[in-house]
């Protein structure tokens, strides 16, 4: 039996990701394949890490984009520290934090998990007592929890989880692209990413950092790495100057993602910062109109990832639901503790612009109209455009 011919509907993705896709992108897609070890395929791999770096503002050598979705990422970072019996502490605020954890314990280590309440972020003295007493290896942490919204400042925590001698270990999935990510500066010594947000490309590639201080420990291990496909000992052939054959590079999403990045640098990181964080403030106005708040701690929300409160009353499946079909627009439910409490509205990568933020608004007055919840209509359209209006930056 023949299976029918693809033909997906066109949606607005303004969920948790995947992004909606700049159109270079999808070009660059479906450019002609090359060899893995082609010449041409290898001066694409050097430019990638090359833009990766400015990207990550780092200057780390290992730098690099490992086959796989972000949790591929995770994974690769992960099981290259740690050894069965070394000890981790995770901050968990959420699902992620809680996903890193998993995967540690995986790999055989002791796990110690941090917890703040879904939405909070963590300060330094949060984590004070832990290390002292634990004294791990590496800490982990979320920078841009996806399930509750929240925006983890970093600099300060990494000063106490050095000052701890641990390694820092941070997860940039959603925040890589949308807002400042400062390796070098900020002394992270592993960090991971994907595709899908805020670099608007499609899901599989994992763009990855390790400094020198996370490869000395990678190189003193005294076990294998329990992965032989993640193994950053063996990845570094192939991705330095020996080119030694790893494994089949997915040479098309590499395209993508060279063009991905392409975009963004054309743009330039102040500006693409600058473009999220304005059209949050426009979709946050828009949404204060009508009565509807966030999820997240005030002050630590991110721009992309939008977790709001749904209203008393308001039915949430059936909103989502009418938003696909009747306005193929994609949003996320919540997760976990958030569960049939919060929207997460995602304004990532090619998607943060104000045409999606307009059309969300006004789909979203409608079906909140006809469920009867009570508001001004037309509110949440004149407080965004008034948002735009008197923004300047």
């Known amino acids: 039996m023949m299976a029918p011919e693809l033909l997906p509907p066109v949606r607005v993705l303004m969920g948790p990701g995947p992004s909606d896709i700049h159109p270079r992108v999808l070009d660059a897609l479906g450019r002609g394949t090359v060899g893995h070890l082609d010449p041409y395929y290898l001066k694409i791999m050097d430019d990638l890490q090359q833009m990766l770096r400015a990207l990550f503002r780092t200057e780390n050598r290992m730098t690099f984009a490992v086959s796989g979705t972000g949790s591929a990422g995770m994974e690769a970072a992960v099981v290259n520290l740690l050894e069965p019996g070394d000890s981790m502490v995770v901050c968990v605020n959420g699902v992620f934090g809680g996903r890193m954890a998993d995967v540690a314990q995986r790999a055989g280590a002791r796990v110690t998990q941090v917890e703040r309440p879904w939405g909070e972020v963590f300060t330094p003295q949060d984590l004070v007592e832990v290390l002292e007493r634990v004294r791990p290896k590496v800490v982990g942490i979320v920078m841009a929890e996806t399930s509750t919204g929240a925006w983890q400042p970093l600099e300060a925590i990494s000063q106490v989880v050095h000052d701890a001698g641990a390694l820092l270990l941070v997860d940039a999935v959603t925040s890589l692209g949308g807002v400042p990510v400062e390796v070098d500066a900020w002394k992270i010594d592993v960090i991971y990413s994907g595709t899908q947000k805020c670099l608007s490309c499609p899901p599989g590639l994992a ?46 999403m590499s395209y993508a993602l060279y063009e991905a990045l392409r975009v963004i640098h054309e743009e330039g990181l102040e500006a693409c910062w600058a473009r999220h964080a304005r059209n949050h403030r426009a979709l946050k106005a828009g949404l204060a ?55 997460r509205v995602g304004l990532m990568g090619y998607g943060a612009r104000p045409a999606n933020v307009l059309l969300f608004l006004s789909a979203l007055e409608q079906l ?25 930056s």
């Open 207 to 252: 763009p990855v950092s390790f400094n020198q201080r996370a490869l000395d420990t990678i190189q003193a291990r005294k076990s294998k790495v329990q992965s032989w496909y993640l193994d950053v000992s063996l990845l570094a052939s192939y991705w330095g100057q020996e080119r030694v054959y790893h494994h089949t590079g997915p040479i098309n």
């Open 368 to 392: 909140l109209g006809e469920q009867d919840y009570r508001f001004q209509s037309g509110a949440a359209i004149a407080a965004a455009n008034a948002s735009y209006l008197g923004d300047k």
């Open 289 to 343: 109109a009508i009565g509807i708040d966030y999820a997240a701690q005030e002050g630590h929300q991110l721009p992309m990832l939008n977790a709001v409160r749904i209203p008393q009353g308001v039915d949430d499946a059936k909103v989502r639901t009418g938003l696909l079909q009747r306005f193929g627009i994609e949003i996320g439910g919540g997760l976990g503790a958030f569960k049939g409490k919060v929207w």
